[in-house]
């Protein structure tokens, strides 16, 4: 596996920071329209109740580039993180660069103060992208941006009452991966952060 040296500089965050660009008004629904919600279920019908909740209240974003092992890092083909920039978000998180040797890309894990089923309305989904699934029995959801199918996929999980934890996998080279390819890069992603942050709680 060819390794890709990590420099965070302007180009890092112009590739990990005009994800928070797609954010629009436009509605993500989970596997079709929303019943009104039973008492016991967190933030969706179609995502399952917590087993727990993922301590990432307050973190900053040292503390998020500790999320992923070195193993982990190094299955997903991706370098050390570093702390994402603001640029007029305020979701702390941390970037990783990563090459496939045919495909770059980019990794983004923001921490999202928000409900999940208040932030996946703010996002301009692509009709069909939205799926539903679990990473070790934390609802997840996966979504592809409408209009920018061939750039990406994000991960959003229910982490706890009112935290979403938002994985953004952004292509860096024109049609190097499939769909199929991007969602599970940030699947993977996801399901490492769930699972590191399960052992720590």
Same mark, same amino acid.
């Given at each position: 596996m060819r390794r890709l040296p990590v420099r965070l500089g302007s180009g890092f965050a112009a590739a990990v920071a005009s994800a928070a660009a797609v954010i629009a008004l436009a509605g993500c629904?989970?596997?079709g329209p929303d019943p009104a919600p039973p008492p016991a279920t967190p933030a969706s019908p179609d995502l399952p109740q917590r =087993?727990?909740? !993922? =301590?990432?209240? %307050?973190?900053? $974003?040292? $503390?998020?580039?500790t999320w992923m092992s070195v193993e982990q890092l190094t299955s997903l083909q991706v370098g050390p993180g570093e702390p994402l920039p603001k640029d007029g978000s305020n979701y702390n998180g941390c970037g990783y660069l990563g090459d496939t040797g045919a495909a770059r890309f980019a990794i983004g894990v923001r921490i999202v103060p928000e409900a999940? $089923? !208040?932030? !996946? %309305?703010?996002i301009n989904s692509s009709p069909g992208t939205c799926q539903s699934y679990e990473l070790n029995g934390f609802g997840a959801v996966q979504s592809q941006i409408n209009g920018g199918e061939s750039l990406g996929c994000d991960a959003f999980v229910d982490a706890a009452p009112g935290q979403t934890v938002w994985v953004n996998m952004q292509l860096q080279t024109p049609n190097a991966m499939t769909a199929d390819q991007m969602c599970e890069k940030a699947q993977t992603a996801a399901h490492s952060v769930v699972s590191t942050l399960q052992a720590r709680s």
């Open positions: 629904t989970v596997n =087993p727990g909740e !993922l =301590p990432v209240a %307050g973190k900053q $974003d040292s $503390d998020v580039c999940i $089923d !208040l932030f !996946l %309305g703010k």
